[in-house]
């Protein structure tokens, strides 16, 4: 954003509240009837829910770090972190499952934490690779650990329920940082520890 550019005004609840009735309207009901009255502001309130990390700072969350892990050094993978996001193309949901691996350096984190950072970027308008990319990023700008592991695999629910119609189709994406990106028998260990059987491979860098 340049200087002469103003800061977008935020919109406040009633104009979100008048924008769902004209969806309603659009979609061809009558947002005055009575089980449509609530709508409009019950939907406001889903929507803060939905996109409440755009006011989260996720590198915060990851303040607090603890030296005295006897040394620990080895791998730590939280699995199976559901969360749900929103693709930024359709606004539908995205669900799924985040795996976050790390390789500890001098310092360890409280593991809620990670689940927190992941709910943090989820709960925005995302593509899963964005998403996938910025969980990675934080981990290894705060903890400086040897390595770095995201692997997310996540139905989008605007390739089953609209579009292209593939129910039971999933999106998986990985990110490997550090150690892991020259180190087949580390990802490997991740692959293993979230029960699949990755490829060895290097990723291309
Ligand atoms: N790369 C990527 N694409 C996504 C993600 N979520 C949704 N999309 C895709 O975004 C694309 C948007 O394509 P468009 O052609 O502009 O939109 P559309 O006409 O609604 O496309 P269809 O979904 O094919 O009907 C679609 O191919 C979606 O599948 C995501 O997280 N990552
Ligand atoms: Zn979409």
Same mark, same amino acid.
């Given at each position: 954003m340049n200087a002469r550019t103003p800061p977008p005004i935020r919109p406040v609840q009633a104009d979100v509240e008048a924008a769902v009735r004209t969806l309603i309207r659009w979609a061809?009901?009558?947002? !005055?009837?009575e089980g449509l009255q609530d709508t409009p502001g019950r939907v406001a309130r889903a929507y803060r829910t939905f996109f409440a990390? =755009?006011?989260?700072?996720p590198a915060a969350l990851l303040a607090t770090t603890f030296e !005295?892990?006897?040394?620990f050094d080895d791998l730590v993978l939280v699995r199976d972190i559901r969360f749900e996001s929103h693709c930024?193309? =359709?606004?539908?949901p995205i669900i799924g499952v985040a795996h976050v691996a790390y390789l500890p350096r001098d310092r360890v984190v409280g593991i809620s934490k990670i689940a927190r950072v992941v709910d943090a970027f989820a709960?925005?308008?995302?593509?899963q690779e964005r998403l996938t990319r910025q969980i990675a990023d934080t981990l290894v700008d705060t903890l400086q650990p040897r390595g770095v592991a995201v692997v997310i695999e996540a139905q989008h629910l605007c390739m089953t329920t609209r579009g292209?119609?593939?129910?039971g189709s999933t999106t998986l994406t990985q990110r490997w940082v550090g150690r892991f990106r020259h180190a087949p028998e580390l990802r490997r260990d991740v692959w293993q520890g979230i029960g699949r059987s990755g490829s060895g491979r290097t990723p291309a860098t």
């Open positions: 061809g009901d009558d947002p !005055d009837r990390g =755009h006011e989260e700072d !005295d892990a006897g040394g930024e193309h =359709h606004l539908v709960r925005r308008l995302q593509i292209v119609h593939k129910p």
